[in-house]
């Protein structure tokens, strides 16, 4: 039995609330026409959707607060992510690459910072593991947590496309039968004509074939979504745009367009369902407040910053 998935997008309209597009437990892929992964293009609060999305797949419930099956989830930790908000609520595990030039720097005030090593990490509260290739990440996923995984991205963002890639292969070929989640913001950065050979693409692409039939679900998102859908849209048939438009695209078929009907919805302020698929108002999601994160990491460059706040 396929585990249901819903689509969400995020809009702005006049009155300035938050919508979102979705379907009914929408199940994504048969196991051989599809996969069970989307491509989220938003520009504004994508990450927080796809963090809720995160944390919602850890705590096995679904956009309305029902019941479902846990996951084990992944996360690419990226500059000023609020990912620390994972750890607060004791879901998050960080995994800190072994070698590699990078630093760990924790942020008491504006003027005042200090270096620390990994053994510190404990002291602030935060399980961790070092890790020296994408199965070491397999090996540490956790139904109910979400793997934050720093990168130090030595010779820029090709190795770190291959190292998920890597990833792929590993979660494809892993033993256990729960659900995985792996979201990766900006994944333009990673999957883009300057970021990613050809060798690269085919192995991610190669890898990404099997997710639906090993129980992985997978977000891809960014607010430049041209290059993403153009390399992986084949791949990833469900697209969803910002300004409400998803495309669906048949492996091998013609890609079809559909389009929210602003006007009717903000008259109505109602659901309706429109080709299948359930349009139905809610709000913007949010951590909940006692869970919001008072210090975060901050990766710039080759430095993971841990900020006080």
Known sequence: MQHPFYLLLNYTDMSGERDFVLSEFFKLDDGQ???NAILLGLWGGRASLLKYLTYLACKGKDIYGDDREKQACIWRAREHDLYLEFFKMGIGILAVPWGGDFTLVKVLDKDTKEEITVDDLEKEGIDYFIYRTSQDIVDHLTVGKVVCIL???ISGYKQEAEFYAELGDALNTRKTSYWA??????ASELYSSYSMDVKVHRKFKDAASYFSSNLINCILGDEDFGQL?????DIFPWTIYMRGTIKRRDIGGQSTKLKQDYITRQKENSAYITDGLLYDRLPFPEMPEEYKADFRIIIKKRTFNIEIE
């Open 151 to 153: 990168f130090p991205g």
């Open 181 to 186: 989640h792996l979201a990766i913001d900006k």
């Open 229 to 233: 859908d153009s390399k992986l849209g």
């Open 33 to 35: 026409s599809g996969h």
